[in-house]
């Protein structure tokens, strides 16, 4: 957790059950045991509400000197003592075999020999509030004559009360990367971290470390408990509490299973923060993919995580991931007659899941579902995923289009088709600046058993919407007009994944440098719908963009989109998605009154 001070000064601490952790200090170098230094703490996290102790250098290990309170130490006999140096020898042991070299190779190093121009680093052992683990700060990278009570040393903090902890270590390793954040990013690009990022990397710390080889009593354990427990929590706001920590720690694990351990150090050594670096360490290890292609993924594997879907996006590699992260939506049952409506608010990078159960009986009239998303406008891009669990064919996962935040969603033939389907909902409109209070954002979610009335095609996977087809994939181009088998409706595609429908013969006639109808190529329903339909249509000599109602068969009617371009774009408008037409086209339309929004 970081908590900002004055200036660049920012305190880092570490959650332990639901409480935290600190740091705070001032000295001269020692470097024999038996020496006496007197520290600078912060009295808000002391357990005496203390400024300033004294304390003992009891161990020297090759990476860290290790003092221990005197105040505490008085207080135990002396074969407490004893046992106590035997926990000190294990933590010295295990983080210079451990921790130390492993957490520079995933992170890489701390300021060295830095501020105290000394090799080591100082572990300071004092008794904290009885909810803190450890934590490091800032302000003792600094000159007193800079900050205040600066320690003048790296030095990480820990509460002597945890010593005999198993996640002892796993407390040593959050802060050290903290640490070691800090001379990455403060010290050497003069670049502050976003909180959540800083943290998704401690998390991930215990591990990369060794300490969660074994599952039972580790920190990996009680992140996944919290995880199944409350996973709708934000992944971006940060208020330092115990369900901020579970969903950074679980999509750390998912970033190094996809990408390579080696992502923390590429990002960490980038000259961005928070959602930027992400994306800027995934284009320098070589993958085409942005931060919410990402997430979305991460979402859908932590509610599936299934191998039999033979696709190692939706699944964890981990054995300990992989038998555990079931993410359980909110359930809801359809019955012979439902009509479900959700409100719900929601935060940037808070995803919910529902499920809808089919409890439909034989005597059910209603066989078809048909699902409404209406989200806010308003600093909103939502973004909806379907994941259909059918009775007799394989799972389809796919992404409702929306239009100004709204989408439906018909799924024909529910009754005797569908076990399940659950949609997943996040919001991912802001990129960066997280605070510790994030506003929300209203959506809606209707759910109804209905019977529709003209024939809907069986629901196919829709890509996401950054990551629409290339006419390459397919071995199209720009500009091919294709047609699926069966189906005599003729589309021209783009560069950009979408494609609009010649809606009458005598439009495709319009377009003689096209080609022909022998022109047209013939491919699967699947290609076909790789393609996202757009109506967005712009006459060829003006700026105004134009939707297409369709009104018949092979009628329809152009409106003006009366909206600046600004407002557009963030209704869910995308430009890729406006076909140029000629004057014979344009003309041939009647026209409808302005649309005022989309």
Do not use: C
């Not at 102790?53 to 221990?68: D, E, G, Q, R, V």
């Not at 409702?400 to 409109?429: A, H, R, W, Y």
């Amino acid at each position: 957790m970081i908590f900002l001070y004055k200036k660049r000064k920012l305190l880092l601490t570490l959650l332990f059950s639901s409480g935290l952790f600190i740091i705070l200090h001032s000295a001269v170098l020692a470097a024999e045991v038996g020496d006496k230094i007197n520290f600078f703490v912060d009295q808000s996290y002391d357990s005496n509400n203390r400024t300033q102790i004294s304390a003992t250098l009891k161990k020297t290990s090759t990476n860290a000197y290790i003092f221990i309170e005197d105040e505490y130490w008085q207080t135990l006999d002396s074969s407490q003592q004893t046992s106590y140096m035997d926990y000190v020898s294990v933590m010295a042991r295990d983080f210079d075999e451990k921790t130390y070299p492993a957490l520079r190779y995933v992170f890489g190093s701390e300021w060295k020999p830095g501020i105290d121009n000394d090799e080591k680093i100082t572990i300071l052992l004092t008794k904290l509030k009885s909810t803190a683990g450890g934590y490091f700060n800032e302000r003792d990278e600094y000159l007193e004559t800079e900050v205040a009570n600066s320690n003048e040393r790296e030095i990480i903090y820990v509460n002597i009360i945890q010593l005999a902890n198993p996640l002892i270590d796993s407390f040593m390793a959050h802060e050290f990367q903290h640490m070691i954040n800090w001379n990455q990013k403060d010290r050497m690009q003069a670049i502050k971290e976003e909180v959540w990022l800083n943290e998704l990397r401690s998390e991930y710390a215990p591990t990369a470390a060794g300490f969660d080889s074994e599952y039972s009593n580790t920190n990996l354990e009680r992140r996944v408990d919290d995880f199944l427990a409350n996973p709708f929590d934000s992944l971006t706001e940060w208020k330092g509490e115990r369900f901020d920590y579970p969903s950074v720690n679980i999509f750390g694990h998912y970033l190094a299973e996809q990408f390579g351990e080696d992502i923390f150090l590429t990002m960490i050594q980038n000259n961005k923060t928070g959602i930027a670096s992400v994306e800027q360490a995934l284009r320098d290890k070589g993958y085409n993919l942005t931060f919410s292609e990402v997430f979305n993924n991460w979402l859908i594997a932590s509610h599936l995580n299934s191998s039999a879907l033979q696709d190692s996006r939706y699944v964890y590699q981990n054995p300990y991931l992989k038998g555990t992260i079931h993410v359980s939506p909110i359930n809801y049952s359809i019955v012979s007659t439902s009509v479900i409506n959700i409100m719900q608010s929601m935060k940037d990078w808070a995803p919910y899941w529902y499920s809808f159960l089919n409890r439909q009986d034989s005597g059910t009239i209603t066989k078809d579902l048909e699902i409404e998303f209406e989200g806010s406008i308003n600093s909103a891009n939502f973004n909806v995923i379907y994941v259909v669990n059918y009775r007799s064919k394989p799972v389809v996962i796919g992404f409702l289009p929306l239009s100004g935040q709204k989408g439906v969603l018909k799924i024909p033939d529910f009754k005797t088709d569908v076990n399940s389907v659950t949609i997943i909902v996040s919001d991912q409109f802001k990129k960066s600046g997280f605070s510790s209070n994030e506003p929300s954002v209203p959506f809606t979610l209707s759910v109804a058993t209905t019977i529709f009335q003209e024939p809907v095609a069986p629901l196919q996977p829709q890509p996401q919407p950054s990551q629409l087809p290339k006419p390459s994939d397919f071995g199209l181009k720009e500009g091919d007009l294709i047609r699926a088998q069966g189906d005599f409706d003729i589309f021209i595609i783009n560069q950009y994944g979408y494609k609009r429908l010649f809606l009458n013969p005598a439009i495709f006639n319009m377009y003689k440098h096209l080609g022909t109808w022998k022109d047209v190529k013939t491919v699967t329903p699947t290609t076909r719908d790789a393609f996202i339909t757009s109506d967005f249509y712009r006459f060829v000599d003006s700026p105004k963009v134009y939707d297409l109602e369709v009104t018949g068969e092979d009628t329809g009617i152009l409106r003006w989109i009366n909206i600046t371009a600004e407002n557009f774009l963030s209704q869910g408008g995308k430009s890729e998605a406006i076909f140029i037409i000629n004057k014979s086209e344009f003309d041939w339309y009647a026209k409808g009154a302005d649309k005022i929004s989309l």
